[in-house]
T-cell receptor, first 111, second 109 residues
Framework: EPEVTQTPSHQVTQMGQEVILRCVPISNHLYFYWYRQILGQKVEFLVSFYNNEISEKSEIFDDQFSVERPDGSNFTLKIRSTKLEDSAMYFC?????????FGPGTRLTVL | AQRVTQPEKLLSVFKGAPVELKCNYSYSGSPELFWYVQYSRQRLQLLLRHISRESIKGFTADLNKGETSFHLKKPFAQEEDSAMYYCALNGGATNKLIFGTGTLLAVQP
């Protein structure tokens, strides 16, 4: 059964550095999402993406964040200048009909 | 405001006991609700959705609009049911999900 994949599984970075988190959605899905979960807190919506543009973004998704689908398969989340509070688990999801399928997540640690 | 509340962080039961994981929601429109499960070291996966009114792995959930609830139930818990359970609400036009804080179900032998 096809699955959403994410790389890397764990990323450690210094505060102020740029990071790119990568996702490969399921191939016939058209809607893509990023969520994050800070340790001990709930899973929070960041952004949704459809037809090569952002369809909705949350208050968390400020100018430091960007998303891109550079080719037909990858879907990336870039954080331009990481802060300590960006440390979290980041989940990518893709959707077919009403069901979202999640990737295994990338744990981002900002030192 | 759109919100999902799961009041229990941890629910511990013995094998064979009934389970009820509580979920309440706040949503102004017609709600669409889901239960997602995360087993240890695995990804979030859909358990069931209220639209399909299905039973998966013995779990059921009924949408009660009067009480704004979508509690997850199973008559006889199994050890393999131990996992983190998240209730989620479809948050509108883009189908973003609004999650509750999750309940850790621990089924003791």
């Amino acid at each position: 059964e096809p699955e959403v994949t994410q790389t890397p599984s764990h990323q450690v970075t210094q505060m102020g550095q740029e990071v790119i988190l990568r996702c490969v959605p399921i191939s016939n899905h058209l809607y893509f999402y990023w969520y994050r979960q800070i340790l001990g807190q709930k899973v929070e919506f960041l952004v949704s993406f459809y037809n090569n543009e952002i369809s909705e973004k949350s208050e968390i998704f400020d100018d430091q964040f960007s998303v891109e689908r550079p080719d037909g398969s990858n879907f990336t989340l870039k954080i331009r200048s990481t802060k300590l509070e960006d440390s979290a688990m980041y989940f990518c999801a893709s959707r077919l009909a009403d069901t979202q399928y999640f990737g295994p997540g990338t744990r981002l640690t900002v030192l | 405001a759109q919100r999902v509340t799961q009041p229990e962080k941890l629910l511990s039961v013995f094998k064979g006991a009934p389970v009820e994981l509580k979920c309440n929601y706040s949503y102004s429109g017609s709600p669409e609700l889901f239960w997602y499960v995360q087993y240890s070291r695995q990804r979030l996966q859909l358990l069931l959705r209220h639209i399909s009114r299905e039973s998966i792995k013995g779990f059921t959930a009924d949408l009660n609009k009067g009480e704004t609830s979508f509690h997850l139930k199973k008559p006889f818990a199994q050890e393999e049911d131990s996992a983190m359970y998240y209730c989620a609400l479809n948050g509108g036009a883009t189908n973003k999900l609004i999650f509750g804080t999750g309940t850790l179900l621990a089924v003791q032998p």
